[in-house]
């Protein structure tokens, strides 16, 4: 009986350790690249627990990569604020560090016990689902469980809670997504890009959550910046300066990062209201990434000895594990740790294809001191922002997709897919953005080549990374005709979006005017943009239909303070099976930014605090 009883603990308390994904990650098929459970489980003392009153969860709770059965949860529940400072290499070394003495210490016997559950109710009486999983230092104290056997297209309510104890977390909510060939009327999603902490407060995120607007939220990427404080920003003036106060290189710097953004108290609203579809753009590793390396690491021997003896591929691997124990995200493929790209479907309404631009597999990017090298080469056939494993899959994704019916095709990238002239800012000799889609012309021509031979329409283009706002007709320019007015012979259309704060590519202290003379140039010199806004900080929503889709920008007026206001500055329709926007553009008005062929008077929006309205005030 005893030894049954013990058998049955053991059973328990081994699934409760891989039961947290974050000991698998990044790897579950490459022990040297993820923690070996058996020696964190030898170690482990499970007979003396911390103190429950002694732990926090310090971080909310977050929910993502929602399936029609299952979701992921995450929290992070810890003896201290703190994050880990071991440095855990790949040959698993892992010493604990103590924070009050400033060294390193024995590692903890003690892990932390969590029960998690999934209830159909927000006041947490019927639970559907349920389970236990442990967590410790060698993972910074983070925890992600998958929780399966929910119902499709239905919303939930999940809460964690340290073992045998009422200290337990805030509650999150989420939606799972319809079964494949479901028939659904209606879906929504919020798109994020470019939370930059020291340029302001991160209220794009905690309005969506206020107003409860959408069903998921994606986000395309620089969820963290990997800066030091002091290269720009005004961080220390409003009490958001970088922490660690330098680059990003550890393993250490990375989560404290990640910790430190979220504890921004409009992301953590965000996180608990939303299951989040996320992927990675360059600064979660490091500004200008690509597969070797990135603007600030040359990866010779002087730029090893100056980054402090982290290489580039450990970099990588830090920032890499950093953001999988932080971010509600599915590994999708066990057998390749950085494979971010994977695929949403939502009912026979629409496919969401989220794209890795930057870090899996892209040939060299402009580094700042080579400009003009990669402007010479970018038109090589040769040349992926993808890489060819990806690529296939993504051009097999679109075909799929199509041929399953689904309505639409939304994809995630990163970069700004659309041609952009912008010799304005960046000068005659190098007009275009070479470490976008400008710099990898094949990869483009590519993609198009597989819409137009295929006859795939319903195409809808996400673009983050560029810190403002350019919505286009999709088409490929050169090679298809186009007409810029009625926008007939383009295949889809393009929502380029803003940033939650990051400033704006002509500067952060841009006024009006100056914003709008950009916005009027960029959309007078480039035939397929058809709006811009080179202003405003903010996001968008996208509500999808049968009959069409609808895109909503909102511009935030300040993010020096936290504030709930917002300016709803642009709306535009793409209707099934026109593949192009809808005329007259955002019905003939915007609110501020350039209409094409539209003279826009320079706009300045007063807040009426009576009835929280916005008018234009000169
Ligand atoms: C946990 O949070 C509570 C409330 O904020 C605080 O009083 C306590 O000191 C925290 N405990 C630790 C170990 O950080
Ligand atoms: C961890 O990394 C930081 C920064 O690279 C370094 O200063 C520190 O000495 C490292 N600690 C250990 C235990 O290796
Ligand atoms: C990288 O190498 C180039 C070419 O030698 C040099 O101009 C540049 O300053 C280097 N950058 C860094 C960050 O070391
Ligand atoms: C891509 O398409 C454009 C437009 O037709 C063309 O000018 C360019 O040469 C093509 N490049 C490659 C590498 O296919
Ligand atoms: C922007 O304005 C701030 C505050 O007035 C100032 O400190 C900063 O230097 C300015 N930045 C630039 C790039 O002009
Ligand atoms: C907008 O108007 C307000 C109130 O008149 C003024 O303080 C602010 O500087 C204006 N903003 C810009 C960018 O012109
Ligand atoms: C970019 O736009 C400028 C201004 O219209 C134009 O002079 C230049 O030829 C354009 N460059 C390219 C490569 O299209
Ligand atoms: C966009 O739509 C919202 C309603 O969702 C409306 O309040 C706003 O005025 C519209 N903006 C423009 C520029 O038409």
């Known amino acids: 009986m005893l030894f049954t009883r013990l058998l049955g603990f053991a059973a328990v308390a081994s699934a409760a350790w891989s039961g947290n994904l974050n000991y698998r990650s990044p790897s579950h098929h490459h022990p040297g690249l993820g923690i070996a459970i058996h020696k964190v489980v030898k170690r482990s003392d499970i007979s003396s627990p911390f103190d429950p009153a002694k732990l926090n969860f310090t971080h909310g709770v977050a929910s993502g990569d ?28 892992v010493p604990l560090y103590n924070h009050d003495t400033d060294e390193y210490v024995a590692l903890s016997k003690s892990p932390v016990c969590v ?68 028939k659904v009327n209606s879906g929504s999603i919020a798109v994020f890009s470019c939370a930059n902490h020291p340029f302001g407060f991160f209220n794009a995120y905690g309005n969506v959550a ?29 009490g958001r300066a970088h922490q660690p106060n330098k680059e990003a290189y550890s393993l250490y710097d990375y989560r404290r990062r990640h910790a430190q953004y979220k504890s921004d108290l409009d992301l953590q609203h965000n996180h608990r209201q939303f299951a989040w579809i996320p992927v990675w753009d360059d600064h979660e590793v490091g500004d200008n990434q ?36 932080w971010m509600p995200i599915r590994q999708v493929d066990m057998d390749d740790n950085l494979r971010i790209w994977r695929s949403f479907s939502i009912g026979s309404l629409f496919d969401l ?18 400009t003009d090298y990669v402007h010479a080469i970018s038109n090589d056939a040769g040349r992926s922002l993808m890489g060819s494993r990806q690529e296939n899959w993504f051009y097999n994704q679109l075909i799929k997709s199509n041929k399953r019916g689904a309505i639409w095709r939304i994809i995630g990238s990163q970069l700004v897919f659309s041609r952009l002239n912008a010799s304005l800012a960046l000068g005659p000799e190098n007009p275009f953005n070479y ?54 012979g383009s295949i889809g259309v393009e929502f380029g979006g803003s940033a939650v704060t990051s400033p704006s590519p002509l500067g952060p202290n841009l006024t009006f005017a100056q914003g709008q003379f950009a916005s009027e140039w960029v959309v007078g ?54 593949n192009k926007l809808s005329r007259p553009l955002s019905g003939g008005t915007v609110f501020n930014g350039a209409l094409k062929n539209k003279q826009t008077t320079q706009t300045n929006m007063t807040h009426n605090t009576e009835d929280n309205s916005w008018f234009i005030s000169n």
């Open 210 to 238: 206020r107003k409860d607007s959408v069903d998921w939220v994606v986000h395309l990427g620089d969820y963290v910046y990997e800066y030091k404080e002091g290269d720009y920003g005004w961080g220390w003036a409003i």
């Open 525 to 578: 010199n480039n035939p397929t943009l058809q709006f811009s806004d080179i202003y405003y900080r903010g996001y968008y929503e996208l509500h999808i239909t049968h009959q069409e889709v609808n895109a909503k920008y909102f511009g935030m007026p300040s993010i020096l303070t936290r504030n709930p206001y917002e300016v709803p500055f642009a709306n535009f329709t793409v209707k099934n099976g026109e």
């Open 435 to 488: 470490d976008g889609w400008d710099g990898y012309v094949s990869n483009r021509n590519r993609t198009f080549n597989v819409l137009y031979e295929n006859n795939i329409g319903n195409n809808i283009m996400l673009a983050g990374d560029i810190h403002s706002t350019f919505v286009s007709d999709l088409n490929w320019y050169g090679n298809k005709p186009y007409n810029p007015e009625t926008g007939e």
């Open 290 to 325: 690509y597969r070797d390396g990135s603007s600030l690491l040359n990866n010779t021997e002087d730029s090893f000895i100056k980054d402090g003896g982290v290489s580039v591929d450990q970099r990588k691997m830090n920032a890499v594990r950093a953001y999988f124990e």
């Open 66 to 93: 929602p399936y029609p059965e299952s979701i992921i949860l995450w929290t992070r529940v810890a003896p201290t604020m703190d994050n880990d400072k071991s440095n855990v290499t790949v040959t698993g070394f």
């Open 115 to 182: 029960d998690w559950a999934v209830y159909v109710d927000k006041e947490l009486r019927r639970a559907v689902t349920h389970g236990t999983a442990y967590t410790s230092s060698d993972i910074d104290y983070t925890v992600k469980v998958e929780a399966d056997g929910l119902s499709p297209y239905t919303t939930y309510h999940y809460q964690f809670a340290v073992c045998g104890s009422s200290n337990s977390s805030p509650v999150g909510r989420f939606k799972t997504t319809p079964r494949k060939d479901d």
């Open 353 to 370: 294809i989220m794209l890795d631009t930057r870090q899996y597999d892209r040939s060299i990017t402009d580094l700042y001191w080579n």
